[in-house]
């Protein structure tokens, strides 16, 4: 299976993927399905050096050393090559997560940080009412994660939990607007209600939306 998702997947950068790299550590970073470089670029304004991966080139940037590629192991560097690892909505595509995650273990140096993000997949609310994250229609997922089960998982790998979290932007009106049936533009108007009665406050609820965001420490 060929990857080549990754934070730049998606069409405008994520501040919250800005914030996770406030745990990156050492000069040299690797951002798994790079996308359009802007993570990697930010690590690179910040002095690091900068290796990229995704199956096309998307990365202007010219500090950023691309290899053009799948993402499956072996992964093409040494042992011990970076101190940080990005990967962004990267691991729920792959075939071989384990086998990957055994290669970002063999290239994280000891006390690197690794920076992961995969949809929120919670089962306990929404299937009630017949509703699910538009994510999960992505036929391109081979998998999908909970934030009670995935900080043990990526620790088996050789890494201690430094952050778990729910963070993101919530998904309140995608998934509410399945309720509304009539035209595209009804519809329409009806994600734009919700999403202003969700800024607002009117609507509020923890239990959806937002990213798993992870970070763990080579131990």
Not at 110 to 125: E, H, K, L, T, W
Not at 131 to 148: A, K, P
Request: aromatic share 8%; proline share 4%.
């Amino acid at each position: 299976m060929t990857v080549g998702l990754g934070g730049g997947g998606e069409g405008t950068p994520s501040n919250v993927k800005f914030d996770a790299l406030a745990w990156a550590v050492g000069d040299t970073a690797l951002d798994l399905g790079c996308g359009r470089g802007w993570y990697a670029a930010a690590l690179a304004d910040r002095g690091f050096r900068v290796s990229g991966i995704d199956q096309t080139n998307r990365v202007s940037d010219p500090r950023i050393e691309m290899r053009i590629e799948s993402i499956r192991a072996p992964l093409p560097f040494t042992d011990d090559s970076f101190s940080t690892i990005l990967m962004f909505d990267i691991i729920e595509h792959l075939e071989d997560e384990a086998g990957v995650m055994k290669e970002i273990a063999r290239l994280c140096r000891q006390g690197g940080r690794v920076i992961v993000s995969v949809p929120n997949n919670d089962d306990a609310f929404l299937p009630q009412y017949a509703l699910t994250y538009l994510h999960r229609n992505d036929r391109t997922h081979v998998r999908e994660y909970r934030i009670e089960s995935i900080a043990p998982h990526l620790e088996s790998f050789g890494f201690r939990t430094l952050h778990c979290a729910l963070q993101g932007t919530q998904h309140i009106p995608r998934v509410f607007s399945e309720f509304v049936r009539g035209p595209r533009a009804v519809k329409t108007f009806a994600r734009y209600a919700i999403t202003a009665l969700q800024k607002i406050g009117v609507i509020h609820n923890t239990r959806i939306g937002g990213d798993i965001h992870w970070i763990g420490e080579k131990i």
